[in-house]
Structure formats: C-alpha cells, structure tokens
Nanobody
Framework: VQLQASGGGLVKAGGSLRLSCAAS????????VSWFRQAPGKEREFVAHMTGGGTFTAYGESVKGRFTISRDNAKNTVYLQISDLIPEDTATYYCAATLNRRADLYSSHSYDFWGQGTQVTVSS
C-alpha cells in the first residue's frame, strides 16, 4: 500500500487542522493505521491509532482529548482532526500502516508502510 499524507499548514495556537492520509490498494480496510509525529531533534512520537474496522482507537497522552482519528475505508483515507493546537504540536506528521495485528502499535518500528509526512506549525 502507498500512503499520501496532506493537510498540514501554519496555524495559530488554539486553532485546528484536519490531516488526511490517502492510501492506494483495494484492501485498505485490512490495515491498522497510525499517525506519528516528529519534531526537529526529537524522536518519532506515537500520536493516534485505529484498527481496520475502526472498532479500536488509541491516543498518545499528549494529544488525548484534542486529536481524533477516523477513517473512511470507502475512500481509502484516514483522518486526524487536530484541535486546540499548542506550539508543542509543531512537527512533521506521518501516517503509517501495517497488516500485523500483533504489532506493538505504539512503536514506529512496527509499521511497514509510511506516508511522506505533512508539516504542522503552530505559532504562539
């Protein structure tokens, strides 16, 4: 599967964005998908996860209550609604996918497919 992330931009603190991750392939609903982010000089950080059917979600502690992951398998797209943004949310955001249902979903090493990243910059 190929992933294409989009929707990033420059936004003021308190603002919102919706990131999209469009996937190729007919079996996208079989993939577990997550969002990660990486700020300059920092390690890649888990942000959010959703199973193929959307029955289970998980969020990183720093984004709980502010970010929401969703997916539309008919459109082969996963979304990340990011709200109440703070400058610390500034990073490149990546979507990632795997077919491995036993994967450690919080680890970036578990994912086989990655989008190219979309930059989110939050000004104070």
């Amino acid at each position: 599967v190929q992933l294409q992330a989009s929707g990033g931009g420059l936004v003021k603190a308190g603002g919102s964005l919706r990131l999209s991750c469009a996937a190729s392939g007919r079996t996208f609903s079989s993939y577990l998908v997550s969002w990660f982010r990486q700020a300059p000089g920092k390690e890649r950080e888990f942000v959010a996860h959703m199973t193929g059917g959307g029955t289970f979600t998980a969020y990183g502690e720093s984004v709980k209550g502010r970010f929401t992951i969703s997916r539309d398998n008919a459109k082969n797209t996963v979304y990340l609604q990011i709200s109440d943004l703070i400058p610390e949310d500034t990073a490149t955001y990546y979507c990632a996918a795997t077919l491995n249902r036993r994967a450690d979903l919080y680890s970036s090493h578990s994912y086989d497919f990655w989008g190219q990243g979309t930059q989110v910059t939050v000004s104070s």
